[in-house]
């Protein structure tokens, strides 16, 4: 079968590769669909050490059951999304809500653990999710993507969402632009939203974003005063991940305020932390998903309770996926967004 391996900086190759056996338990899953993840393209670019070549990328994944194990609850020919993040059940983690920490393994498609971009998949039933013929395998594939815009956005109680007079998304990419969907969804009013790629801001505005700052145009901070009347903003979402981005997002927020950090590209950044200290500022940390917000997140794909077409910008082939790498590489007006492949 055909895998698509990530073989070092800015270096993909498709290779043959043996089509993997189930283990006892385990579905053969013949992948239909693979959103390419920012994450998945910073480590092909080299920036964040978690993608070790050789290595197979790939999380965000559907596909159609092809072998049953004996006694499982599924049947061929099932469509189904997988949630790509292992998971014991057992531990004070899993315990606690919180799959997405739990020490039994990493995400697959990161460091050295290979992913999705295959024809093929073997997967235990827990991690395994029907979906509705109301959706595409690539629609299903955003449940990933959705589900860590869902668990960062529940971050902040709808109570003070409802109170808030100003949020800040600072980031336009497929994750901050799901924010906006979420926070529209839940009642967020006066969202600002800001991105260096005019394209993507026009995308949030048709997501109900009420303003825009162009980080290429002007001073940040200027423009949140402007819109804020100086009041600035009760909550801001992090979705890109480098220090200026973090440092905006901390920038914008009012006495008391809270920020949650979703981007994850940058290993270190440096925080005035005296501005935390004296104005009793909150950080929260976001990484990936919950399993009953996966849940959550697809269900609400299936009742297109959001709108997603507009982030769902361009579909390759798998064989094509050398190409699509090389695409987004060059994507400097910003105008690929999510990037499928198919097989």
């Known amino acids: 079968m055909k895998a698509l391996y990530y073989i070092g900086d800015k270096a993909m ?22 959103g390419i993840c920012g994450s998945d393209f910073e480590g092909y670019m080299g920036k964040t050490g978690r993608r070790i070549p050789p290595m197979i990328m790939g999380h965000e994944v559907s596909g ?5 194990p004996a006694n499982g609850k599924y049947k061929k020919g099932q469509s189904v999304v997988i949630f790509p993040k292992p998971f014991c059940g057992v531990c004070e983690y899993c315990k606690a809500g919180m799959v997405n920490v739990c020490p039994e393994g990493i995400c697959m498609g990161v460091m050295d653990v290979n992913g999705s971009m295959t024809e093929y998949i073997a997967q235990e039933e ?37 109170k808030a007079k100003y949020c800040m998304v600072v980031g336009a990419g497929t994750i901050g632009l799901l924010i906006i969907a979420l926070l529209k969804l839940r009642g967020a009013k006066n969202l600002i939203v800001s991105d260096a790629s005019a394209f993507r801001l026009d995308i949030a505005k048709k997501l109900g974003a009420e303003f825009t700052i162009n980080a290429r145009e002007g001073d940040f901070l200027d423009h949140v005063k402007e819109i804020t009347g100086g009041k600035l903003c009760d909550y801001a979402f992090e979705a890109v991940g480098i220090a200026p981005t973090a440092a905006n997002s901390l920038a914008c927020l009012k006495i008391g305020g809270t920020v949650v950090w979703v981007g994850n590209a940058q290993k270190i950044v440096e925080v005035n932390m005296q501005q935390i200290v004296t104005t009793e500022l909150t950080i929260k940390g976001n990484y990936v998903y919950d399993f009953e917000g996966f849940i959550d997140s697809l269900k609400l794909l299936e ?41």
């Open 126 to 162: 827990k991690y395994l999710l029907p979906f509705a013929e109301t959706l595409s395998f690539n629609e299903a594939s955003m449940t990933e993507p959705l589900a860590v815009a869902y668990r960062s956005v529940h971050k902040i109680s709808q109570e003070d969402i409802n």
């Open 13 to 34: 190759e498709m290779r043959d590769i043996p089509k993997p056996e189930p283990k006892a338990g385990e579905y053969l899953i013949k992948v239909r669909a693979n």
């Open 64 to 68: 159609v059951i092809e072998e049953t």
């Open 303 to 343: 009742k297109k309770s959001i709108n997603i077409n507009a982030l769902m910008t361009n579909t390759y082939s798998l064989d094509e996926g050398v190409q699509a790498f090389k695409d987004l590489e060059n994507n400097r007006d910003g105008k690929m967004i999510k990037v499928f492949l198919e097989s």
